[in-house]
């Protein structure tokens, strides 16, 4: 079946220090790609999406990537706060609906003041 | 105020004892899924729902059933829960909008079956 590879499965950075995680998707038919961002206890948030015709976007501190031909996209934060201190998870869409969502393993991010 | 509600929100049982886990949202989403979170597994999709009447299966569909008689409601049912059902479920809604498909989770429902 379909699946997304998601690196490293822990992350550990000082505060303003950039973080990087890195997903890798298998369905060629993949097109729309989220982040999501969950704190302890707390439900997945969307903090930032692509979609497969776009190479890059940013928002503010939070950049994503996308390499269709590689089929690997990554999640990129600047200025590293504290409270950037959560699990990331990447996902693609599948099946050929942007509705259906393949999520990655996770990331823990901790963030060290 | 838009959200997803999820009934209950914790929830002890033994196996075999039938239960329902009811999600609904307010939002008037098209999509709508399950899915269950366990440690190191991240998020796996259980069923998903395109439309009133339309389900397919996920990942990880095995033991779960679902419905979607209106629009706004899409309960998961444990016919026969087992141990190995013990996890934390997330129901997420989501729809179109400029190319966005963002999921709406709601507050998750943490299961034990004993």
């Known amino acids: 079946g379909e699946n997304v590879e998601q690196h490293p499965s822990t992350l550990s950075v000082q505060e303003g220090d950039s973080a990087v995680i890195k997903c890798t998707y298998s369905?060629?038919?993949?097109?729309?790609f989220p982040w999501y961002k969950q704190e302890l206890g707390k439900r997945p948030q969307l903090i930032i999406d692509?979609?497969?015709?776009?190479g890059e976007k940013k928002d503010q501190r939070i950049a994503v990537t996308l390499n269709k031909t590689a089929k690997h996209f990554s999640l990129h934060i600047t200025e590293t706060q504290p409270e950037d201190s959560a699990v990331y998870f990447c996902?693609?869409?599948?099946?050929?609906?942007?509705?259906?969502?393949?999520f990655g393993k996770g990331t823990k991010l901790s963030v060290k003041p | 105020e838009a959200q997803v509600t999820q009934n209950p929100r914790y929830l002890i049982t033994v196996t075999g004892k039938k239960l329902t886990v009811t999600c609904s949202q307010n939002?008037?989403?098209?999509?709508m899924s399950w899915y269950r979170q366990d440690p190191g597994l991240g998020l796996r999709q259980i069923y998903y729902?395109?439309?009133?009447?339309?389900?397919d299966k996920g990942d990880v569909p095995e033991g779960y059933k679902v419905s979607r008689k209106e629009k706004r409601n899409f309960p998961l049912i444990l016919e026969s829960p087992s141990p190995n059902q013990t996890s934390l479920y997330f129901c997420?809604?989501?729809?179109?909008?400029?190319?966005?498909?963002?999921?709406?989770f709601g507050p998750g429902t943490r299961l034990t079956v004993t």
């Open positions: 729902s395109m439309n009133v009447e339309v389900t």
């Open positions: 996902a693609a869409s599948y099946g050929g609906s942007q509705g259906n969502l393949i």
């Open positions: 939002m008037n989403h098209e999509y």
């Open positions: 692509i979609r497969s015709n776009v």
């Open positions: 997420a809604s989501s729809f179109s909008q400029g190319g966005s498909y963002e999921q709406y």
């Open positions: 369905d060629s038919a993949s097109n729309y």
